[in-house]
C-alpha cells in the first residue's frame, strides 16, 4: 500500500466472550472465505439467561475495509458469524469503498439508515473520525474498532488490541531466547506493517523500549504494507543490509508469509522469528518447529466478534452481566498473548 487509503484496505483484522519454496509459501496465505470457529463467535449464547437471553431488536450497521488480506476477512468474517449468533441482531453491512472518503460516503448512506449502533474498522481513524462525531450527535452510537478514533467524542466504545504490547511481548520473547542463547550485542531487525498507522508506531515503540531497557536496539527496520509480497520484498531489504542477524520481529504473520518466502529464497536461517496477530499458518509452523518463525504475539480478528456482542447491549441498554456496572465499558484493549511451541495447539482454535 502507499497510502492511507488505498492502502489500508490491505491491512488485515480476543476477546471472546465476548519449509516450502518461495512460491509455494506466498500462495499460503489465510483465505479470505474461512469460516470462523465456534470460539471465535461464542456469542455468549452457550449461557442460560444474562446478556445471553432476547432482547430488543436491534440493527448493527457495520463497515470495515475490503477483505483482501486474511486479517480484515476474518474480522468481517467474525462480525457476521457473531451477529447471526443473536435472535434479537439484524446485521447491515456496507462497502467501505477504496479508500477513507468512499468509505465515509457510505457511511453517510448508513446514518440515513438509522440503525441503532453503528461499527465501524476504519480505513484510516483519524480520517473517520468526523464520521464518527456526525454518528454519534445523530443519536446513533459508534462502536470503534481496531483503527482508533483520536477523539473520545466520536465513539460510545472503542475495543482494540494491545499495539504497544504487543512490541513488548514481542521483545520480550526475543530478549529472553538472546539470553538463554548466550548471545552478546545481538544483531535485531524489525519488520513493521505501514508506517504511516498510529497501530504501527505503537508496536514499534513498545519493541524499542523494551530492547533498550535491556541494552538493545533495532539494528536494521524495513516497513512492509501486511501482505506477503510486501513482506518479501521488505525482508530481501534487511537481509541485504544485514549480512548477519540474530533475530527478527515481523509485526504480521500474514505478511510472514512472504518473510519466511525471502528467508527461503536467500537461504538465511542464522536467526529466531517472531511473527504478530496469530494466524493459524503461524501457530501451525511454530507448533511443527521447522522454519524460523519461533513465536507470535497476539492481536486476535475475534475481537470483532466482542464488538458486535458490545454493539448489541449498547442497542439494547444493558450492560455486561458480569460487571457491576449498568453499561458497557467505554474503552476495551485486549491483552497481547505469546504463542511458542508449548501453547500453539492451545491457541489455534483461535487463529485466521
Not at 53 to 82: C, E, L, M, R, Y
Not at 215 to 240: M, W, Y
Not at 340 to 347: G, I
Amino acid at each position: 500500500m502507499t497510502s492511507n487509503g488505498r492502502d489500508l484496505s490491505r491491512r488485515r483484522l480476543l476477546f471472546g466472550g465476548a519449509a516450502l519454496g518461495a512460491g509455494a509459501l506466498l500462495v499460503g496465505c489465510t483465505s479470505n472465505e474461512e469460516t470462523p470457529t465456534e470460539a471465535q463467535t461464542k456469542a455468549a449464547v452457550t449461557e442460560s439467561g444474562g446478556n445471553s437471553t432476547p432482547g430488543k431488536q436491534v440493527t448493527i450497521g457495520f463497515s470495515a475495509p475490503a477483505a483482501d488480506h486474511g486479517w480484515i476477512a476474518a474480522i468481517t468474517n467474525n462480525a457476521k458469524a457473531q451477529a447471526g449468533a443473536y435472535s434479537d441482531v439484524e446485521f447491515k453491512s456496507v462497502e467501505a469503498g477504496a479508500d477513507a472518503a468512499a468509505q465515509r460516503a457510505a457511511l453517510s448512506t448508513l446514518i440515513s439508515q438509522k440503525p441503532d449502533v453503528i461499527v465501524l474498522l476504519p480505513h484510516d481513524g483519524k480520517e473517520l473520525n468526523a464520521f464518527g462525531l456526525e454518528a454519534m450527535k445523530a443519536g446513533i452510537p459508534v462502536v470503534n474498532l481496531d483503527r482508533a478514533f483520536p477523539d473520545a467524542k466520536a465513539y460510545r466504545l472503542q475495543i482494540k488490541g494491545d499495539n504497544y504490547g504487543m512490541g513488548v511481548a514481542a521483545a520480550t520473547f526475543i530478549i529472553e531466547q538472546l539470553k538463554a542463547k548466550g548471545v552478546s550485542n545481538p544483531i535485531i531487525g524489525e519488520i513493521p506493517g505501514i508506517d504511516s498507522l498510529e497501530l504501527t508506531q505503537e508496536r514499534s515503540k513498545g519493541f524499542a523500549d523494551t530492547l533498550a531497557a535491556s541494552g538493545l536496539k533495532v539494528a536494521n527496520r524495513r516497513p512492509a504494507e501486511f501482505t506477503a509480497d510486501s513482506g518479501q520484498q521488505a525482508a530481501t531489504g534487511l537481509f541485504q543490509a544485514l549480512p548477519k542477524i540474530d533475530a527478527i520481529w515481523n509485526h504480521d504473520d500474514d505478511q510472514g508469509i512472504g518473510v519466511l518466502a525471502a528467508v527461503n529464497q536467500a537461504n538465511r536461517k542464522e536467526f529466531f522469528m517472531v511473527g504478530g496477530a496469530g494466524s493459524k499458518k503461524a501457530m501451525q509452523d511454530i507448533h511443527a518447529d521447522n522454519t524460523v518463525l519461533k513465536a507470535t504475539v497476539t492481536y486476535s480478528p475475534s475481537m470483532a466478534s466482542s464488538a458486535i456482542s458490545l454493539a448489541r447491549l449498547i442497542g439494547q441498554g444493558r450492560g455486561m452481566s458480569d460487571l457491576v456496572e449498568l453499561q458497557v465499558p467505554k474503552e476495551i484493549v485486549l491483552a497481547s498473548e505469546t504463542i511458542t511451541k508449548e501453547n500453539a495447539s492451545d491457541y489455534l482454535k483461535l487463529g485466521f
